[in-house]
């Protein structure tokens, strides 16, 4: 069974930095696409990055320049890097993995505040 686990969210300053981790267990993953999205109070999920088996990577504009995703396809983990962190960037982080059968799995979420 798969399972995703989220970890590295907290509250931040504006300008800040974090680092989100999601553990994968329950398969193996490395061809699996894997990626990040968010949820912000009464707003819809949104796609933050994501990263193919192969390493290539995608960002929402909002993310674009700010985020990195990566991968260690050794240990199962994704990690999403974001700095110049915003209030904007407020919301609950979702890690995703979608594998080449088309099944997607959700973690549970770990919630950024960006705030002073």
């Known amino acids: 069974q798969v399972q995703l686990v989220e970890s590295g969210g907290g509250l931040v300053q504006p300008g800040g930095s974090l680092r989100l981790s999601c553990a994968a267990s329950g398969s193996r993953f490395s061809s699996y696409a894997m990626g990040w999205y968010r949820q912000a109070p009464g707003k819809q999920r949104e796609l933050v990055a994501i990263?193919?088996?192969?390493?290539?990577?995608h960002y929402a504009d909002s993310a674009r320049g700010r985020f990195t995703i990566s991968r260690d396809n050794a240990n199962n983990t994704m990690y999403l890097q974001m700095n110049s962190l915003k209030p904007e960037d407020t919301a609950v982080y979702y890690c995703?993995?979608?594998?080449?059968?088309?099944?997607?799995?959700w973690g549970k979420g770990t919630l950024v505040t960006v705030a002073s």
């Open positions: 990263i193919s088996s192969g390493g290539n990577a």
């Open positions: 995703n993995v979608h594998s080449p059968m088309g099944m997607d799995y």
